[in-house]
């Protein structure tokens, strides 16, 4: 969970989102989703431990909305995501930061990774024998996102 708080997890959109936050006191809704479910289903902390983080945080921060955001996200509560949504954090920052101008604004460490690579900076500088001062991911999001489809899948089977 501190590397998740600290913007450290070894994915730049998360990172950023969470080095704003924690600066600013506020983010972007969809980067709030994707850091929720980074969270809650790549590394599977208990959703409260993110809604209560978020509420000392944010300086926007709203009980319902924050705690009706964290339920959606963990697929609990009454319009909970089908439990299956897991957002892929390298595909969400492809998706909605192309050229990385939002991640090299937060993780200045980033700046020469070129705009390619920039989701992913680690197989950059592994390919090109350089060196960054940038966590490695903490979690392959592949085998996170098994383990959680597992876990709600032994959870529906005991229901």
Same mark, same amino acid.
């Given at each position: 969970m501190t590397?998740?708080?600290?913007?450290?997890?070894?994915?730049?959109?998360?990172?950023?989102?969470?080095?704003?936050?924690?600066?600013?006191?506020?983010?972007?809704?969809?980067?709030?989703?994707?850091?929720?479910?980074?969270?809650?289903?790549?590394?599977?902390?208990?959703?409260?431990?993110?809604?209560?983080?978020?509420?000392?945080?944010?300086?926007?921060? $709203?009980?319902?909305?924050?705690?009706?955001?964290?339920q959606w +996200?963990?697929?609990?509560?009454? #319009? %909970?995501?089908?439990?299956? @949504?897991?957002?892929?954090?390298?595909?969400?920052?492809?998706?909605?930061?192309?050229?990385?101008?939002?991640?090299?604004?937060?993780?200045?460490?980033?700046?020469?990774?070129?705009?390619?690579?920039?989701?992913?900076?680690?197989?950059?500088?592994?390919?090109?024998?350089?060196?960054? $001062?940038?966590?490695?991911?903490?979690?392959?999001?592949?085998? +996170?996102?098994?383990?959680?489809? #597992? %876990?709600?899948?032994?959870? @529906?089977?005991?229901?």
């Amino acid at each position: 969970m501190t590397a998740w708080q600290q913007g450290k997890t070894g994915y730049p959109i998360v990172d950023a989102a969470m080095r704003q936050l924690n600066t600013l006191g506020w983010m972007h809704n969809r980067l709030r989703m994707i850091v929720a479910s980074f969270l809650v289903k790549d590394l599977l902390i208990d959703w409260h431990d993110g809604e209560r983080y978020f509420m000392q945080q944010l300086i926007d921060g $709203d009980l319902a909305a924050n705690n009706g955001g964290w339920q959606w +996200a963990a697929s609990t509560g009454t #319009d %909970a995501a089908p439990y299956f @949504r897991i957002f892929n954090p390298t595909t969400q920052g492809e998706r909605f930061d192309k050229q990385g101008e939002f991640i090299r604004q937060w993780l200045p460490e980033l700046q020469a990774v070129p705009d390619s690579d920039i989701h992913q900076p680690h197989v950059w500088a592994n390919k090109n024998n350089k060196k960054l $001062d940038y966590p490695t991911p903490i979690v392959e999001h592949k085998d +996170a996102r098994k383990k959680t489809l #597992d %876990a709600f899948e032994r959870a @529906r089977s005991a229901a």
